[in-house]
């Protein structure tokens, strides 16, 4: 693994929601690196950042009442954060593209499909309008929409929540990213039509050569999908490195929880095994280790209610947050 | 209806489908039909009320007075009307011969060539035409056995016709609403202030639309500081008192329409502005919004491409119910007095003729432009409501 290889990175990132009742950190601490051509999944449960932290890299937190409040983006060896707004917009429009959650959303519902694809490429190539439609239908077969030229012609509302995914993820490879972020592209699909998204976003991610940054609920998908893995909890990364080496041996107790869930959920009908407890509350984690509260390890340890543990490289390219977790120097600098 | 199998192969734009339902109500393709009723007035007013005749033959030789008397203005109305006439028509061949991202392209090449032809012939008709003074009087022309063959329109009076032999006279079968106080015929004064009533409803609706959705869009998409200033100002100007500021700036600056419909476009953008802004405060934050600002989609698009067609519904509705209150004022000011001073003819300013200065009441002159307003400020309220359940069909039920 060189330096040159990493297409992005985040370094001590941390995201500040100001609210009635103070700041939070939505995002604390994030650092995590994004090699090129691999996938790159954050998993965590609802609220846990991961959003954000997409949101965050392409600063599009304007919107929202979030602010960056300390940290770095590097992508391509530049500093996001360090960028004027107008050099955002290149990047974003050019190398950075990001599918939403909800497509049904994120189309605008008075164009056609057609034309928001050609508006996109229009941005990109200079041409007749005509040729940008021909291409926006080109487009639509690309990510395998059966009859494009009649579905080029459709508004929003008149495709299916599976087609509506396959326009955004079209809109987004317009762009011919390097980078292309897809938070929860599968969230309100049938799980086969998601899985047939997936495999698309995977065939596609092969031919033009796009690192991906894969966000998802979904800790068995992210896994089966997934070249490398972020967990977060609370705001925090408490478990990184290989999807593989993580599937195969967990080490923190909230990842280990996740997989045991998601194990169960398949193979058993009578108990679906679950994390005691309840997210923490993002206004008032618990002191020490957030995750103390629900951890079969560490709810009666003096240590991980008081001190949180920070994100340590255990082995080579494996991160874990735990005062427990096996290859964790608890006294290291 | 044709406009069902149109669109077999493409899909329905959300503007098809409201204009649709909008049309499914009899009653607002009624009012539709009566709007069109009294634009085609509008245009139409020299040839249905006019004291010359199409044609009459003068010694042996046919003569054209009417097209002959036909001022610039009323040419580049007829112009202008037939360009108009022509666009509808090419809009809604274009729904079918178009796909829909090509449709905007040729709309607005469409729109640019119908504006130059109608500035060109306004230019030309207005250089070439020369001002004639008609004063003939063709029916006792026609009378005294002078000419003959003549055709007039059918109302055979002019708007400024004075006539002190029959003035303030009833109804009858030679005045079928009557006379005014001058003598001039109320039928024919009718027809002419339709165009008015239009002029000021539809330029000033014009402007303060323009300025709304101008200063609304701004206002709403930037939001944060320059949305609290903004919209300081905003109320501001809502705080004037528009009728009296209408009232003094009449009196201070010569009576014209347009003098009036600037006053009343510039003052009355607030509304427009307001919705403008709150459209696009609530849609800015929207995912398609967000996804095309993203993708670096530059801004004139993002907030005339995207969000505004978007926002455009209760623009639409308002710029309706603008319109009739426009007519509205327009028709106050010149009851008032303060309007257009005759021989221009305004709905407004015969009414206030309908009590004469020596105490009579003169019916008629209450009873015709009263329900001319009435009816054509019915009309708008009645469009803009269809207009606003079609936008949103959910309003139809719980109203």
């Keep these: ?333 | 209806m044709a406009a069902n199998t149109i669109n077999k192969n493409w899909g329905t734009s959300a503007g098809e489908l409201t204009w649709r339902r909008f049309l499914s109500s009899p009653l607002n393709a009624f009012c539709l039909a009566f709007l069109a009723f009294l634009v085609s007035l509008a245009v139409l007013a020299p040839f249905l009320a006019n004291d010359k005749p199409f044609v009459i033959t003068i010694a042996g030789r046919l003569h054209f007075p009417l097209f002959r008397a036909l001022d610039p203005g009323d040419y580049s109305l007829c112009l202008a009307a037939i360009v108009g006439l022509s666009q509808v028509v090419l809009i809604r061949r274009n729904i079918i011969r178009f796909a829909p991202f090509i449709r905007g392209g040729v709309l607005s090449r469409q729109l640019a060539v119908g504006c130059v032809i109608i500035i060109l012939g306004t230019i030309l008709i207005y250089a070439l035409l020369p001002f004639r003074l008609d004063t003939a009087d063709y029916k006792t022309m026609v009378a005294s056995g002078l000419a003959a063959g003549a055709i007039f329109p059918p109302v055979p009076y002019g708007y400024d016709r004075t006539d002190l032999k029959s003035r303030q006279q009833p109804p009858s079968r030679q005045h079928w609403f009557g006379t005014d106080d001058v003598g001039a015929d109320v039928l024919a004064r009718l027809i002419h202030a339709t165009r008015v009533s239009f002029a000021v409803g539809l330029v000033a609706v014009g402007i303060s639309t323009a300025i709304g959705i101008a200063v609304g869009a701004g206002l709403g998409y930037f939001a944060g500081k320059v949305d609290f200033l903004g919209m300081r100002l905003v109320e501001i100007v809502m705080a004037i008192p528009v009728f009296f500021l209408v009232i003094m700036v009449v009196a201070f600056f010569p009576k014209t329409l347009l003098n009036i419909m600037l006053i009343i476009g510039l003052t009355s953008w607030t509304g427009t502005a307001r919705l403008v802004r709150s459209e696009f405060l609530k849609l800015r934050r929207r995912d398609f919004v967000q996804a095309v600002i993203l993708i670096g989609i530059p801004l004139r698009s993002i907030l005339f491409r995207h969000i505004l067609p978007n926002a455009i519904a209760p623009v639409l509705v308002n710029a309706t119910f603008g319109i009739s209150a426009a007519i509205f004022t327009e028709a106050a000011l010149s009851f008032l007095g303060f309007g257009l001073a005759p021989p221009v003819p305004s709905w407004g300013q015969m009414l206030s003729q309908g009590v004469t200065t020596a105490g009579s009441f003169l019916w008629w002159l209450t009873l015709f432009p009263g329900l001319a307003i009435f009816l054509t400020v019915l009309t708008y309220n009645v469009i803009g409501e269809g207009l606003r359940d079609a936008f949103d069909p959910r309003w139809r039920n719980t109203a």
């Design chain 1, 1 to 333: 693994m060189t330096e040159n290889h990493i297409l992005l990175s985040t370094r001590n990132l941390t995201v500040g929601f100001s609210t009635d009742r103070g700041v939070f950190h939505a995002v604390d601490n994030v650092g995590f690196s994004v090699r090129q051509g691999r996938v790159f999944t954050i998993v965590g449960e609802s609220g846990s950042g991961k959003t954000t932290t997409a949101l965050a890299i392409m600063r599009l937190l304007a919107s929202t009442r979030g602010r960056i409040l300390s940290g770095q983006i590097f992508f391509e060896g530049r500093d996001l954060l360090a960028l004027t707004e107008k050099q955002m917009c290149r990047i974003r429009g050019n190398k950075i593209a990001m599918i939403f959650q909800e497509p049904a959303a994120a189309l605008n519902p008075i164009l056609t499909v057609g034309s928001q694809i050609a508006e996109v490429i229009t941005l990109h190539q200079a041409g007749p309008p005509k040729q940008a439609w021909l291409q926006a239908v080109e487009m639509l077969r690309t990510v395998e929409i059966p009859d494009p030229d009649k579905w080029a012609r459709s508004y929003p509302h008149q495709l299916s929540g599976g087609m509506q995914q396959r326009v955004m993820i079209a809109i987004a490879i317009s762009c011919r990213p390097s980078l292309l972020i897809a938070d929860e592209p599968t969230a309100g699909l049938d799980a086969t039509i998601g899985l047939t998204i997936l495999n698309l976003l995977d065939r596609l991610r092969q031919r033009d050569d796009i690192t991906v940054l894969l966000i998802t609920h979904d800790l068995r998908l992210a896994v089966r999908r997934a070249d490398d893995l972020a967990v977060m909890y609370a705001s925090r990364i408490v478990e990184m490195g290989e999807s593989r080496k993580i599937f195969a041996q967990p080490r923190h107790p909230y990842t280990q929880g996740l997989l045991s869930c998601s194990q169960t959920a398949g193979t058993s009908l009578r108990r679906i095994a679950a994390i005691p407890g309840t997210t923490a509350d993002p206004l008032c984690y618990p002191t020490g280790c957030k995750f103390h509260p629900r951890c079969r390890l560490g709810s009666n340890d003096r240590l991980c209610q008081t001190l949180e543990p920070e994100l340590r490289e255990l082995e080579p390219d494996r991160w874990a947050a735990c005062w427990h977790a096996s290859g964790y120097e608890k006294h290291a600098s």
